[in-house]
């Protein structure tokens, strides 16, 4: 049995070259939890936990039935009240976050309840896995870039991105995107990679 490899199938979903660059993508499937607060707090970690063991459960039920995927890299979105470029200087404990782990188009609604069901049974301490949601987010244009280094250098990068923003007249028009290609428990944080995404809208001329 071949195991499905989202990742491979969907490279360009899943590699930024180290400059901003203008992609396109299409309605994407996810399972995905909501919160508040600090990356570092305990809702944060109960969160993770909750959407791969979930992911994991999903993938159980497929790998039964001779359809067996990997499970994707976890990915994020953040906001805050206000323009999301002051995120920096706001309090972690205010910062808003969505967690998304990428599912297989094959996968259904039904079969992500049943998921959900077998893994309450096996961690009903886990509560938030009564929060997952499985939804699509289609992000359409988009500008993008791998960040290397830990994450409180991406000030750096987000820089680049926004000049090219503005030499190529675009506009944000959807959330900060973060996709998180390696481990920060396994591996050095200067050498961290992280897609960091923006969804954009071609801005408004003012004519005088």
């Not at 070259?17 to 203008?22: E, I």
């Amino acid at each position: 049995m071949e195991k499905l490899d989202l990742a491979k199938v969907y490279k360009s979903y899943y590699t930024a070259p180290t400059k901003p660059q203008l992609m396109e993508f299409g309605p994407v499937w996810y399972v995905t939890i909501q919160g508040t607060g600090d990356p570092n707090g305990d809702v944060f970690a109960q969160a993770t936990e909750a959407l791969y063991t979930l992911s994991y459960s999903i993938k159980g039920i497929y790998k039964m039935e001779e359809k067996d995927f990997t499970v994707a890299k976890l990915e994020g979105l953040w906001w805050v009240d206000g323009d999301s470029r002051n995120a920096l200087e706001v309090p972690r404990e205010q910062w808003r976050w969505k967690l998304l782990i990428r599912m297989p188009d094959y996968v259904t609604a039904e079969k992500v309840e049943e998921a959900r069901v077998k893994a309450l049974g096996k961690k009903k301490e886990l509560e938030l896995l009564s929060d997952i949601v499985f939804e699509t987010l289609h992000e359409g244009s988009c500008v993008q870039m791998l960040h290397m280094g830990p994450y409180a250098s991406e000030p750096e990068t987000l820089n680049q991105m926004y000049e090219f923003m503005e030499t190529s007249h675009l506009s944000i028009s959807g959330l900060h995107h973060e996709i998180y290609l390696s481990d920060p428990r396994k591996i050095d944080p200067l050498k961290m990679r992280t897609i960091l995404r923006y969804p954009v809208k071609a801005a408004g001329v003012v004519k005088g």
